[in-house]
């Protein structure tokens, strides 16, 4: 019995045995490595035996390892973000090499202190590239952006060369500075400003230019937007307005490298004009309008007869023009295999559609990487140098009813001459000539900036680096404006006086300009100095693979301002032909105003952790801790973290057999964060100020600026968004959807100090209020047509956006309204339960019988719609055919309105009978002539829009046989070529600054420089 049964174990063992050896021999083992077009592992890629349900994914490096069937012959692989490939099966280790087939998932983006693949990004982050820039006329880089990222708002305040914009990342939520983002030029967080508003002898104020026009926009690699918290908070306090990452060229071209050089002439003309009235139904509408106002035709036609001096002049022929405008860039660069140097220059000189307005601009920049001993050490070198020249001409945001030089010459009587008989300017009264502001003031400024980053890497051991950046950005400004002895004091009648911050006049120097002349130079010195250390740790283990980073950064702001104002000639400037001398030096009276000193620190200790698991699930935590000096002494430091996952559910095996079937990328993300800002509180905004002064009579005095708080708080923005990026199997459509909750708290404010402690001194708070921005983004790529000779892709992306005001204790005002009899007067206000910049005013209902306004509920002012849009869009349609290249941008604004302070200031009835001129809607409105002009939504209009923004049409010639001539292409551009709204005044999309007491206003058009259509021809060649 027992024999019997060994005997059956062994013959069941030995059974077993021939079954596994038979098997066995069914299979084999097939290993190998799947890389990128560089030879780096693709990670996670499916590599499965055709015709079985045999199937395996890489690991970190690539490799592969699986048992097939030995009857099998091809593996299919595939990957997110690259072609599907089949191989034949060989002996021993393969090597697969996939081609990218979206490009866009495996770009490498700057993410601040690291870089990413898009692929495994966890935040909300958009990057645009070179081919995706807007073409044609660039001044500064934020133009090339407008309208390409979801969730990026660029407004422009208006057509001016150079003029700043108003950029908002996922919504506007501070009530308080420029709520502009955070910009960092290749790891160099750049100070805001450097500019300087001003105009001498037209009151008012000019906007600033950009603080991005010391970049040539050619020499820009990419633009990484980073938008929610967890991609924003690695820059803490500096990151809840977003961050804007800029990357200029490397060098490119191998070891032989490349030359490239660029020409350029655009030629720029208005888009639109008013429809002012000429001679003749001018003359028409002022009898008729004295006669509504009740004149008798006798009278009525006497007074007009007054009013015609018999000329037909078209004033906005007179300060408008054709601009044209030149641009040049040079570059050479090489890329070696421990060297990579570029090296460029450019020189642009664009001219405005306004006489006297341009900009002239100079840059040089170097880009420098060197590595040494075995590539374990780098350094890098980024220099940028621009010398600025911009000119002026007399406009301001804020003139009176005489108007600056727009408002002059939409007003100024059609039948008036430019000259008298004796060549002199025709200056009725105290009505301006724009001819004359043209000729009569001279405004103009240089900046020089320069801009440096040095950076020293060491290769510690296999994944640490430890790395060094020293960032040095040095701006000088000078602006010197001259207005000229023949100007009128009864249009021209200001006086420049010496005031105390908080408003006390010390010194009115009486230097009015008639037979005086002025001179004003105002200087600004802008310099910050940045000193970061950080590690950086990445290594894989098994499956995981964590990139650490950890680090201390400082940096430090000083800016100083002076000015000084010259008067009276030595040689009298009286006739026409006389010479005024433009120097200076020239004057023999001048006056110091007081200057100013500003300087503030910020130091900082930040850190980030990035995992991933099986290119599956991704982590990202980051915090930051800011030390500001200007806040008090209880709440210097603020700390900021933020987190954020993504699941890539396409590599899901469950997945893989039922999303896959149509997807190549699935991928889900989430992420929370809190943010700081100490945007718009000045350098010692949290300390007392008292200002020392010698009155005019020598004697010395104090005033009290600014009450202390030393218990101010940081601004915060709390952010929770989640989001879905979808590719389809093709490859032909990607879609990525996010939503997004930000909640702003702790408000800075600068309010009246409680007690009436002191009437003229202010100090900031943190406002019990808080607002909500919350929204949806949505992006999408689709390649239409994949042709060999034609293709056709289009993107799109467009924005929702809801924001609101909660808790505010009480309403806060804004938005002063220009004009004549309109002293005091606002349009906006933060209330509760509304959005930022709600419009408040009574309610239009039209004229009544005798042509006077009728208004709602007694004419008291009402809720009526908000200056911030709730919806924006934009679309790109791209199409080759052979050679040929055709691109057109297309995007829409919605959800707005417009306040027309240029119709309620200046186009009114009213103004025929004072002899002003009008547009033909006013003047042939039944309006009575003595209605006045009160804020109200009779000149608040809806400002949606849609514009052909940009078309490119290129040419790219074969030269595969030139030795020396590498690459050719020419362009035709056009920009802002077609508008379609039902907004009455030039453009809706306009943003003068009419803030009341620095709490800024948003939608305001008051006599804006027009936003010019530009048609560009240039050319390309590489050497």
Known sequence: MILTKLARGILTMLSLFVFVAFATAQTKTVTGKVTDSKGEGVPSATVAVKGTKVSTTTGPDGSFSLSAPTSAKTLVISSVGFGTKEVSITDGPMAVTLETQNAALNEVVVIGYGTRKVKDLTGSVSNITTKDFNKGQIATPDQLLQGRTPGVLVTPASGEPGSAATINIRGTASIRGNQEPLYVVDGVPIASGGTLGSASGVEGSSTPRNPLMFLNPNDIESITVLKDASAAAIYGSRGANGVVLITTKSGKGG?????????????????????LMNAQDFLLAAKKANIDGGADPVTAAAAVELLDKKANTDWQDQIFRTGVSQNYNLGWGFNAKSTNVRLSGSYDDQQGIIRNSSLKRLTARANITQKFWGDKLKFELASTFSSTKNQYPPLSNNAGYQGSLLGAALQFNPTYPVYNPDGSFYQPGDQRNPAQMLAYFDDNDRVNRFLNSISGSWNITKGLTYKVVLGLDNMKSERIAFADPRLSTNAYSGTTTLSTPNGITVQNYNNSIQGNGRTTKQNLDLKSTLVEHYLTYDKDFGKSNFNIVGGFSYQNFITEYSQRVGWGLNTPVVGPKDVFVKDFNNFKNYADLYPGYDKNELQSFFGRVNYSFDDRYFLTATVRADGSSKFGANNRYGVFPAFAAKWKLINEEFARNSFGRWFSDFSVRANYGVLGSQDGLPSYGAVNRQFNYKDANGANQNTLVQTGNPDLKWEQAATTGAGVDLTTKDNRLNITVDYFYTKRTNILFNAPTPGGFAPTSNWFINLPGYVINKGWEVSLGYKIIKGKKFTWDANYNMTFVKNELRDMPVPVITGGVSGQGLTGA?????????????WSMPVFRGFDGNGNA??????????????????????????TLGNWSLSVFANTVRGFHVYNNTANALFLKGSLRNGRNVTYAAGTSPENPFNPGS?????????????????????????????????????????????????????????????????????????????PRVVTFGLNLGF
Request: charged share 15%.
């Open 255 to 275: 070891k032989k490298g490349q030359i490239t050089f660029s020409a350029a002439t655009s030629i720029a003309t208005t888009a639109k004009r008013y429809d």
């Open 826 to 838: 606002y349009a906006q206000t933060f209330t509760n339960g509304q959005p930022l910049f709600t």
């Open 854 to 879: 009728r208004y709602e509920n007694g004419a008291q002012n009402q809720l009526v719609g908000t200056a911030i849009p709730n919806f924006f869009a934009g679309l790109t349609n791209n199409f």
């Open 935 to 1011: 804020v109200s939504t009779r000149f608040l209009e809806k400002g949606d829009f849609i514009r052909i923004s940009n078309v490119n049409l290129s040419y790219a010639f074969n030269l595969k046989n030139s030795k020396v001539v590498k690459s050719l292409s020419v362009y035709a551009s056009g920009q802002n070529l077609a508008l379609f709204t039902k907004y009455t005044g030039i453009d809706p999309e306009v943003n003068v600054d009419k803030n009341i007491n620095g709490v800024p206003s948003r939608g305001f058009d008051y006599t804006n420089y027009p936003r």
